[in-house]
Structure formats: structure tokens, C-alpha cells
């Protein structure tokens, strides 16, 4: 009895290993491409943005509010299903099902996707008239309404690639998209087509890159006998998916509904630097995400193994400490030093950015905790928990919306989307985790990531002080000081030790260029690591 008992351990730990090495692989492979879309995206928004100016991109930001709104309709939640179920039917062989799975999924997201698109395109009209006050936006709107579906397609895509381990697919097809995206963006506005240049970029992006996830699954996207579309499987699909969905659309509705009402309460300077501001964070989600979309994978087979509560637990605490320890110091970076970094990326004319950004980066400071219990429980198939939280969230912030948007504008804005979304978000989900799913949060390793974090900027602070004006020295000397004293910090309060060194270095460091930073840091921070 002893050695069986002995050797289900020694089985239960193999089979925690091998989700945790998979899941490395999967967010290597994601954070591969999330870093060159981060730098072919990152440079070609702030071309973009230098050479639109806040105007001009306030109505770019307007029209592509107005496409999230329908946007977020169509997608009812398919990706997320792609995600969780592919790698638990890949676990047990079950092809025929993945097949099945994917032949439905697509054809839901092309009838909605398709009939949204149509249903933009025709109202494209109303929209200017009544949003910009002047027909001659309508053009502009036509051209974004092919985003609808494109958008929808691609992400679901994208999440079909990370259900399937596919690492290589992962890359190539981040890479391709941005690549596409970023070359036609750039060259199109310096050619002098406005807001409409970033919009045709992302239209070209997301078709270049459906092409090329699609290629990297083709053998499971291909017509085979026993595959067919039908009515009770799209209702299986849906039973699990439309929650997700709803609450996905409840979330960007929001979003998308309060930069119109900022529109008609601001300036489209105003827009447009909130539209710079809220770039700015998607830019960092690029990040953030590269971490959190691989979790519903890793949730998902712990749980379909029928791994024990407190395993669930470490698994969800070791991912949210992993997000703090390499996140932080990044948004408390862009926090603090929002000015001299908006000044001299995208130029002093987007003078209220700063105050934007600043809110924006610590309000996705905080919104991590709801963000990685999301991905739990929806791993955990408790959907309904996601559409209550959701909806609580939503309607708090449109009871919000006439208060803070129409009198603050955009820090209004930033407030309802940055700060009070999350903080419900956290309240919400702390409830769930601990009476749904029975997840007891360590709060205390995570508190002394923030701790080190706190003390590292406390020297940032004090360089500002003396620098003063000098905005690049002092986001040298600032970046300088954070890789020198934030290590050894996070080891003197007890938030790193050796073994967490080297899961972080197994996590990240086969990613080319990222991996042998991250490598170099971490050396240095054994330095001063302890047990």
C-alpha cells in the first residue's frame, strides 16, 4: 500500500511537471511573438500617432470604438472554447471531435461576424451623421466594418493555435499579422489617408494572419467524413461558449460605448489622446497576455486530471506571482514616468496623455488578479460565475458613466475603465475563488513583489527630482536604476528565492532575445537569492 500510494505521488508530480513544462512551451511560444508584435506594432503606433496627430487619431479611436461595439457581438465566446477544449480532446486522442469543434465554431463566427459586418456597412451612414456630426465619415466607417469580421476570425484563430501547442504556428502568425499591419499603417499614412491608414493597416493585418493560422491547423480544418455542421452541436457549443461570450461583450460594449460618449462630450483631441493612452495598455496587454492566454490551457488539463483543490491553488498563485514579479516593475515604470515617456514617444503635443497612461498602468496593475481568476474559472466551466461577475461590473460602470465621463472626460474615462472596472472585477472574483471554486489566494507573495517594487521606484522618484525636465536621461538613468536595485530588492523582501530563479528561467528563457535578457537579470539576481 505504501508504494502504491508512493508512486500515485510520484505520478501526481510527473503529470504537475509535465503541464507546467507544456505550458511553458505554449507561453514561450506566445511570448515570442507577443515581443515582435510588440516591436513591428509598438513602432509602427507611434509613427502612426506622430504623423496623425491627436485629432486625426481621436477619429480614428471613434470609428474603431464604434466597430467594438458590433465587434464584440459576433465573437459569442468561440475562442475561449477553442482554447479549453482543444487540448483536453488532444490529451485524449478525440480528433473527430476537435474537427467538429472547430468545423461549428468557424461557421458561427462567420454567420454572426458576416451579419454584423453588413449591418455596419449599411448603417455607416447614421453613424457619421450622429458620432462625428458630419456625413463625410461614412467612407471612413465602411472600410472599418470589414474589421468586424476579420477581427473575429483571427482572434478565434489565434486561440484555436494556442489550444493545439501549435509554438511555431503561435509565432509566425503573430509575426505576420503585425508585420502586414505595421507596413501598411505606415506607408499609407505617410502617403496622407488620415484616420483611414491604420484602419486599412488592420484590415490587411487580420487577413494576412487568419491566412496564415489557418495553414498551421489546415489538417484539422479540412473537410473529412463525419464532419458536419449542425443545429445540437452549435447548441453544445453555444451551452458552454455564449456565457463567455456575453460577458466578453458586456466588457468591450462598455469600453467601446464610453469612447462614443466621450466624443460627444470632448474634443477629438481629447479622444485622441485617450486613444494614445488606451494603445498604450493594449501594447502592454501584449505582455501581460503572453502570460495569462496560455493559463486556460494549464487550468484546463490540471482540472481535467482531476487535480485537488489545493494543487488548483498553487498552479493559480504561482502564475499570478510570475505576472507580478516580471509585470510590475513595467507598469509602475510607465506610471511613474508617464510624462517623460509619452513626451518623447509620441511628442509634446499629446499633452493629456500622461495623466491617461499613469491611470491606465496601474489600473492593469490591479485588474491582474481579476484577469488570471477569470481564466480559472472559466477553465473550470463556471461560465455562469464569469456572465454574474461580468454583468456586476458592466452595470456598475454604466451607473458610473454619466457622472464621471460628461464632467471629468477623459480622466472620467480613465477612472471608470482603469480603476473602478477592476477593483469590482477583484471584489467578484476574490468571492469566487475562494466560495466556487474553494482557492485560497496568497496574497502575502504577491504583497512583497509590490513591496520591492515600491522601494525600487522610491529611487526613480528621487531621480526625477534631480533630472527634472531632462526627459530621455531620465528614463535612461530610471531604467538604469530599476534593473540594478529591483533584484536584489525583490530577494531582501522575500519575494524571490533560487527556486522561483529558475522557474522563470525555464518559463522565458529559450525566447530568443527575451530569453537571454531575462537569463542575464536573473543571474544577477542569484546573486542575492536565498533558499
Request: glycine share 10%.
Amino acid at each position: 500500500m505504501e508504494s502504491a500510494l508512493v508512486g500515485e505521488v510520484g505520478t501526481q508530480s510527473m503529470q504537475n511537471t509535465e503541464i507546467g513544462a507544456r505550458t511553458a512551451k505554449v507561453a514561450t511560444s506566445v511570448l515570442l511573438g507577443k515581443v515582435i508584435v510588440f516591436v513591428l506594432a509598438g513602432a509602427s503606433f507611434i509613427i502612426v500617432a506622430r504623423l496623425l496627430g491627436p485629432s486625426t487619431y481621436g477619429i480614428y479611436t471613434l470609428a474603431i470604438a464604434i466597430i467594438g461595439i458590433f465587434g464584440s457581438v459576433g465573437d459569442l465566446g468561440i475562442g475561449v472554447s477553442f482554447n479549453k477544449f482543444i487540448p483536453e480532446y488532444m490529451s485524449r486522442n478525440e480528433h473527430l471531435k476537435i474537427k467538429e469543434l472547430l468545423a461549428n465554431g468557424y461557421a458561427m463566427l462567420l454567420l454572426f461576424g458576416g451579419i454584423l459586418t453588413i449591418l455596419t456597412f449599411a448603417l455607416s451612414g447614421v453613424f457619421s451623421t450622429y458620432i462625428f456630426h458630419s456625413a463625410a465619415y461614412s467612407g471612413l466607417i465602411e472600410i472599418a466594418s470589414f474589421l468586424i469580421l476579420l477581427s473575429i476570425l483571427y482572434g478565434d484563430s489565434y486561440s484555436a493555435l494556442i489550444g493545439f501547442g501549435k509554438n511555431k504556428g503561435i509565432a509566425v502568425t503573430a509575426t505576420v499579422e503585425a508585420a502586414a499591419q505595421s507596413s501598411v499603417s505606415i506607408a499609407l499614412a505617410v502617403l496622407g489617408f488620415g484616420a483611414a491608414a491604420p484602419i486599412i493597416g488592420l484590415v490587411a493585418g487580420y487577413g494576412f494572419g487568419i491566412v496564415s493560422a489557418l495553414m498551421a491547423i489546415r489538417g484539422f480544418t479540412s473537410r473529412s467524413s463525419g464532419v458536419s455542421v449542425s443545429v445540437q452541436k452549435i447548441r453544445e457549443l453555444l451551452k458552454f461558449s455564449l456565457p463567455v461570450g456575453i460577458s466578453n461583450i458586456m466588457g468591450a460594449a462598455v469600453s467601446s460605448i464610453s469612447l462614443v460618449v466621450l466624443g460627444l462630450f470632448a474634443t477629438s483631441i481629447v479622444v485622441g489622446n485617450f486613444g494614445v493612452a488606451s494603445r498604450t495598455g493594449s501594447m502592454i496587454d501584449l505582455i501581460t497576455g503572453s502570460i495569462s492566454v496560455s493559463l486556460i490551457t494549464m487550468y484546463s488539463t490540471a482540472i481535467s486530471l482531476n487535480k485537488s483543490h489545493g494543487e488548483i491553488s498553487r498552479f493559480y498563485n504561482y502564475s499570478l506571482y510570475l505576472a507580478f514579479v516580471l509585470i510590475a516593475p513595467l507598469l509602475f515604470f510607465v506610471g511613474i514616468l508617464s510624462t517623460p515617456f509619452s513626451y518623447t514617444v509620441f511628442s509634446g503635443v499629446y499633452k493629456l496623455a500622461p495623466v491617461y497612461i499613469s491611470i491606465m498602468a496601474f489600473g492593469i496593475l490591479i485588474g491582474l488578479f481579476s484577469t488570471y481568476a477569470y481564466n480559472l474559472m472559466i477553465s473550470a466551466k463556471r461560465v455562469n460565475s464569469v456572465l454574474k461577475y461580468s454583468a456586476a461590473t458592466a452595470a456598475v460602470q454604466f451607473v458610473l458613466l454619466p457622472f464621471l465621463v460628461p464632467v471629468l472626460k477623459g480622466v472620467g474615462l480613465a477612472l471608470l475603465m482603469f480603476v473602478v472596472a477592476p477593483i469590482v472585477g477583484d471584489v467578484l472574483y476574490a468571492y469566487g475563488l475562494s466560495r466556487v471554486l474553494y482557492v485560497n489566494v496568497d496574497f502575502w507573495k504577491v504583497g512583497r513583489v509590490l513591496l520591492a517594487n515600491v522601494i525600487s521606484f522610491a529611487f526613480v522618484v528621487m531621480a526625477m527630482l534631480v533630472l527634472k525636465d531632462a526627459f530621455i536621461p531620465v528614463l535612461i538613468v530610471s531604467a538604469a536604476l530599476v534593473l540594478l536595485i529591483y533584484p536584489p530588492v525583490l530577494s531582501l523582501v522575500g519575494a524571490l528565492k533560487r527556486k522561483d530563479v529558475e522557474i522563470i528561467k525555464r518559463t522565458a528563457g529559450d525566447v530568443p532575445i527575451v530569453g537571454a535578457a531575462v537569463n542575464g537579470i536573473l543571474s544577477y539576481a542569484s546573486l542575492f537569492t536565498r533558499g
